[in-house]
């Protein structure tokens, strides 16, 4: 089992920067995947980022140059530093780490992102 913890989460004006993190514990894959995900009201979950354990990002279309993701894996921690924020970015954002090339994987509880003035 893995359990992943999110904070950083709150409340910031159209403009503003959030740095998000997802601590991870328990069973962790060696080779593994972290994921930043979002769901925003009456809206299906997506992919914001995503950062193999060796390296490796993956981006949203409507997030890249704004956020960047990054990994301590010293500190089984993955970041989320979240730049000129819209409020379109308004979204309960969740992690996730699976092992690569498994099809289930471990959600942590959400933390609330509210971009508003």
């Known amino acids: 089992q893995v359990q992943l913890v999110e904070s950083g989460g709150g409340l910031v004006q159209p403009g503003g920067s959030l740095r998000l993190s997802c601590v991870a514990s328990g069973s962790i894959p060696r080779l593994n995947v972290m994921g930043w995900y979002r769901q925003a009201p009456g809206k299906e979950r997506e992919l914001v980022a995503s950062?193999?354990?060796?390296?490796?990002?993956n981006y949203a279309d409507s997030v890249k140059g704004r956020f960047t993701i990054s990994r301590d894996n010293a500190k089984n921690t993955a970041y989320l530093q979240m730049n000129s924020l819209k409020s379109e970015d308004t979204a309960v954002y969740y992690c996730?780490?699976?092992?690569?090339?498994?099809?289930?994987?471990?959600w942590g509880q959400g933390t609330q992102v509210t971009v508003s003035s």
């Open positions: 996730n780490v699976k092992r690569i090339g498994a099809s289930s994987s471990y």
């Open positions: 950062i193999l354990s060796f390296g490796g990002t």
